[in-house]
């Protein structure tokens, strides 16, 4: 449950504004107020969720399959996740049991410390050695995440259940004596029960833990585990591929689109309300947007998302017409103040297109899109990608068999659907 410091600044909607011939305005649909500067300012200084999609993106280019950027990862969660933005502990846990996989793949590793036996007239006598010390600080971040752990998992992650289950196998009841424990191989493990009294394990910390590693090493083996992130991986594949493909075919059909991204969010007191409740108000909006005549909806991406705080929430992706629109700012915060109208909720959603939060955005995809705007469409794949691949990894429970990557219907496509037409043939 991810994945950034946003850090280039794209010239703003304004500049870009300035160079393109007067069009005609848009009014809002009939049961909302045109927008105004001042509610500009308001939206600017009440947006307090912060950008996970932008992060998202930076962190998936972090935590991927290369497992060479371990110690990025690690980095990132430490100094900058936990401290600036309270990841949910269950997706910090799930990440670092991700990145633990990673390290032990990446090195073959079967054991973390190797038995090292003192030569004649060594100073030093038979020991331990540390041999991965980046795994050794991973494993012990998957330790203190797991303690910060207050409520059962409600995420799916095939490596989180592996890492768990190996632990759960060499040390049922002892794990939270490891955290502390593991840098010290030589020592035996020494446990206290219930009563306090303490109990001496026959074995070393080292040999524990080499016992987890080389669970994990096998675990990774398994024919079913391997098929399983088999499967996971095409299902990503094949998700990021279609909705890729019907970009491509927006990018084809208009010369100039504006991009609008809009993040709806419920209030507090309707958190509890199930995906399929959600995903019916999200389609009554677009149902408005569609059918207003005086607005130019040429296409859109959602995606349905489960976060911490948040609960439920959709981030959308909508392509207007550039030859007839150009607020940017006035339209998204139109679809956000649409959404809480339906909902019933106060400000429940985060205009991404303001100006003081596009500066914020490494990859901009927002705002006026020409066709041969490459950069743009290449940061559109980004998001598409960072939405498909982390569901390869993490995705929530209630999620499990739910397409929660969707996109509009193209124009040719939607002449087709309905009752047919049986006098054509007459």
Same mark, same amino acid.
């Given at each position: 449950?991810?994945?950034?410091?946003?850090?280039?600044?794209?010239?703003?909607?304004?500049?870009?504004?300035?160079?393109?011939? #007067?069009?005609?305005?848009?009014?809002? #649909?009939?049961?909302?107020?045109?927008?105004?500067?001042?509610?500009?300012?308001?939206?600017?200084?009440?947006?307090?969720?912060?950008?996970?999609?932008?992060?998202? $993106?930076?962190?998936?280019?972090?935590?991927? *399959?290369?497992?060479?950027?371990?110690?990025?990862?690690?980095?990132?969660?430490?100094?900058?996740?936990?401290?600036?933005?309270?990841?949910?502990?269950?997706?910090?846990?799930?990440?670092?049991?991700?990145? %633990?996989?990673?390290?032990?793949?990446?090195?073959?590793?079967?054991?973390?410390?190797?038995?090292?036996?003192?030569?004649?007239?060594?100073?030093?006598?038979?020991?331990?050695?540390?041999?991965?010390?980046?795994?050794?600080?991973? %494993? &012990?971040?998957?330790?203190?995440?797991?303690?910060?752990?207050?409520?059962?998992?409600?995420?799916?992650?095939?490596?989180?259940?592996?890492?768990?289950?190996?632990?759960?196998?060499?040390? #049922?009841?002892?794990?939270?004596?490891?955290? /502390?424990?593991?840098?010290?191989?030589?020592?035996?493990?020494?446990?206290?029960?219930?009563? !306090?009294?303490?109990?001496?394990?026959?074995?070393? %910390?080292?040999? +524990?833990?080499?016992?987890?590693?080389?669970?994990?090493?096998? !675990?990774?083996?398994? #024919?079913?585990? $391997?098929?399983?992130?088999?499967?996971?991986?095409?299902?990503?594949?094949?998700?990021?591929?279609? $909705?890729?493909?019907?970009? /491509?075919?927006?990018?084809?059909?208009?010369?100039?689109?504006?991009?609008?991204?809009?993040?709806?969010?419920?209030?507090?007191?309707?958190?509890?309300?199930?995906?399929?409740?959600?995903?019916?108000?999200?389609?009554?909006?677009?149902?408005?947007?569609?059918? *207003?005549?005086?607005?130019?909806?040429?296409?859109?991406?959602?995606?349905?998302?489960? !976060?911490?705080?948040?609960?439920?929430?959709?981030?959308?992706?909508?392509?207007?017409?550039?030859?007839?629109?150009?607020?940017?700012?006035?339209?998204?915060?139109?679809?956000?103040?649409?959404?809480?109208?339906?909902?019933?909720?106060?400000?429940?959603?985060?205009?991404?297109?303001?100006?003081? *939060?596009?500066?914020?955005?490494?990859?901009?995809?927002?705002?006026?899109?020409?066709?041969?705007?490459?950069?743009?469409?290449?940061?559109?794949?980004?998001?598409?990608?960072?939405?498909?691949?982390?569901?390869? +990894?993490?995705?929530?429970?209630?999620?499990? &068999?739910?397409?929660? %990557?969707?996109?509009?219907?193209?124009?040719?496509?939607?002449?087709?659907?309905?009752?047919?037409?049986?006098?054509?043939?007459?």
């Amino acid at each position: 449950m991810t994945i950034k410091q946003i850090d280039h600044f794209l010239p703003s909607f304004f500049e870009v504004g300035d160079r393109l011939e #007067p069009i005609q305005t848009v009014s809002p #649909p009939e049961e909302l107020e045109p927008s105004t500067e001042v509610e500009y300012e308001i939206e600017e200084l009440s947006s307090e969720p912060y950008d996970e999609v932008s992060t998202g $993106v930076e962190q998936d280019h972090a935590y991927s *399959n290369d497992a060479d950027k371990s110690a990025e990862v690690r980095n990132l969660l430490t100094t900058n996740l936990l401290v600036k933005q309270q990841l949910d502990p269950q997706i910090v846990a799930c990440l670092n049991a991700i990145l %633990i996989c990673n390290q032990i793949k990446k090195y073959h590793a079967t054991y973390l410390y190797r038995w090292i036996k003192s030569k004649q007239n060594d100073l030093v006598s038979d020991h331990w050695e540390l041999i991965y010390p980046e795994l050794l600080e991973l %494993i &012990r971040s998957f330790l203190l995440a797991t303690k910060k752990l207050k409520t059962p998992m409600h995420l799916k992650c095939a490596e989180f259940d592996l890492v768990t289950a190996t632990f759960n196998q060499v040390l #049922p009841n002892d794990q939270d004596y490891l955290f /502390d424990l593991i840098k010290f191989p030589n020592d035996v493990m020494m446990i206290a029960d219930a009563k !306090g009294k303490v109990i001496e394990r026959k074995d070393s %910390i080292a040999l +524990y833990t080499n016992r987890f590693v080389k669970g994990i090493f096998d !675990g990774l083996e398994d #024919p079913k585990f $391997v098929q399983q992130v088999n499967d996971r991986r095409k299902m990503a594949r094949r998700r990021e591929k279609n $909705v890729l493909k019907y970009v /491509d075919m927006v990018r084809k059909l208009y010369s100039r689109l504006l991009g609008i991204r809009v993040d709806l969010y419920l209030p507090a007191d309707k958190k509890h309300l199930t995906h399929k409740e959600i995903v019916t108000h999200f389609h009554t909006i677009l149902q408005k947007l569609r059918r *207003n005549k005086s607005l130019h909806l040429k296409g859109y991406v959602w995606k349905l998302e489960y !976060g911490i705080d948040q609960a439920l929430h959709i981030h959308g992706f909508f392509f207007f017409c550039g030859s007839k629109h150009r607020q940017d700012i006035s339209l998204a915060q139109m679809i956000g103040e649409m959404w809480d109208l339906q909902i019933g909720g106060k400000h429940c959603y985060f205009n991404c297109n303001t100006k003081k *939060n596009r500066q914020k955005y490494k990859y901009d995809a927002l705002g006026v899109i020409n066709r041969d705007d490459q950069t743009k469409y290449d940061n559109i794949a980004k998001v598409i990608h960072y939405f498909a691949k982390f569901e390869q +990894y993490v995705l929530h429970s209630s999620l499990e &068999r739910v397409k929660t %990557i969707n996109t509009g219907i193209l124009p040719h496509l939607r002449e087709q659907m309905g009752r047919p037409n049986l006098t054509k043939n007459y």
